[in-house]
């Protein structure tokens, strides 16, 4: 790479890498190999879920790295996020310990809520397959639990994932701890240029989910917006003509493009790739700079509301009276 990563920086003076790896969809055998290459391509920022089925996989990884030497665990950026179903408060302690054996680490760098609907898991023994909405999610009751854990030093920084504006604030007001960061979906067509006004006021981080629009296959559950296929909106953020013109000007992919955007933006990134090309590609991001003439045609993409990809892809979850995605932001 050249160029330096860039970081964000927390409230509480811990700095998040700007440019991270998602790794939803990374399962299998896929998993330490890409780890393995992303870290030694430079990436330090990794973003997981209990979720995502993969912490085992990416833990063993980590543990290689950290045991050889080659890196030292305060390099290293991991998030992890609480399950839906165990958004209550007597769930979080089992849940963050359950990551960290997984992920073979003492602690993660941040731990997100990562949805602000609670399910019930019907079998505790299917991982999330089969679950019914908790009606009684209580986000104030929840936010404690989540700060014993940094009291407990399980995790540095605790923040969000999908809370709204309304969401946010409700924590943030009666929090003794401040969420540090909120993972939501951002990309050229969907800037979510309020929310970041409103988090920027409260010094709350964004980092940005599905940041190339999710070109790829996905698994029925969540493409489903619940609306029919014609109204999807479209994915095509890799291929959109101002893009291309713009990348074609500084000798970058359209990726790099995209990526430096969110980064110039303000807003952390957490590209996914299986892929040791596109893993260098979108790594790549911190040897040039958009002129502020191309951050404006690049704003001029954003679709606003009806450029959201992500609006609930498990049933039952529209009915919730947590359910975030019906408001503006
Ligand atoms: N908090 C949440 O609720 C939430 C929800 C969704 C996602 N996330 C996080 O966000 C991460 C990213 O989301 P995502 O994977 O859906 O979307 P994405 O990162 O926008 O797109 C990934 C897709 O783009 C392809 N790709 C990657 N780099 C490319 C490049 N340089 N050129 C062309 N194609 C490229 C990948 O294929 P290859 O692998 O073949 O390269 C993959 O199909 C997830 O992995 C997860 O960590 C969080």
């Known amino acids: 790479m050249t160029g330096k990563m860039e970081y964000l920086t927390f409230f509480n003076g ?18 330490e190999k890409v780890i393995d290459a992303a ?12 979720r995502y089925n993969n912490e085992a996989q990416i833990g063993r990884a980590l543990k ?34 359950q990551s960290l054996h997984d992920l073979q680490l003492d602690y993660v760098d941040l731990y997100l809520v990562h949805n602000p609907v609670g399910f019930y898991d019907v079998d505790p023994k299917d991982n999330g397959k089969k679950m019914v909405p908790d009606m009684n999610t209580d986000h104030v009751s929840l936010w404690k639990a989540m700060e014993a854990q940094v009291d407990a030093g399980r995790t540095q920084s605790i923040g969000l994932s999908n809370f709204n504006s309304r969401q946010v604030k409700r924590i943030w007001q009666s929090a003794r701890i401040k969420p540090a960061n ?9 800037q979510q240029s309020q929310l970041r006004a409103f988090c920027r006021a409260l010094d709350v981080t964004i980092c940005a989910y599905i940041p190339l629009g999710s070109p790829g296959a996905r698994p029925p559950g969540l493409t489903a917006n619940t609306v029919n296929a014609s109204k999807q909106p479209k994915r095509d953020q890799l ?44 790594f790549d991001v911190f040897d040039f700079e958009l002129s502020p003439e191309d951050m404006d045609m690049l704003e001029r993409l954003d679709k606003g509301p009806a450029g959201r990809q992500v609006r609930g ?6 009915n919730h009276p947590e359910y975030p995605y019906s408001e503006r932001y």
């Open 14 to 31: 811990h700095k998040m890498p700007i440019l991270g790896l998602g790794t939803a969809q990374t399962l299998g055998d896929d998993v």
């Open 182 to 190: 909120l993972q939501v979906e951002l990309h050229v067509y969907f």
């Open 39 to 50: 870290l030694e391509i430079g990436y330090r920022h990794i973003d997981t879920a209990q």
């Open 239 to 282: 291929t959109n003509p101002v893009v291309s013109q713009i990348a074609q000007k500084y000798g970058k992919t359209n990726a790099q493009v995209l990526l430096r955007y969110i980064i110039q933006l303000g807003v952390a990134a957490i590209p996914k790739s299986t892929n040791p090309d596109r893993l260098h590609q979108n």
């Open 313 to 318: 892809y498990i049933p039952g979850m529209e």
């Open 64 to 97: 290689k790295w950290l045991d050889s030497g080659k890196i030292k665990r305060e390099d290293l950026f991991i998030v992890t996020k609480l399950p839906l179903t165990g958004n209550r408060a007597e769930c979080v302690e089992k849940h963050l310990k």
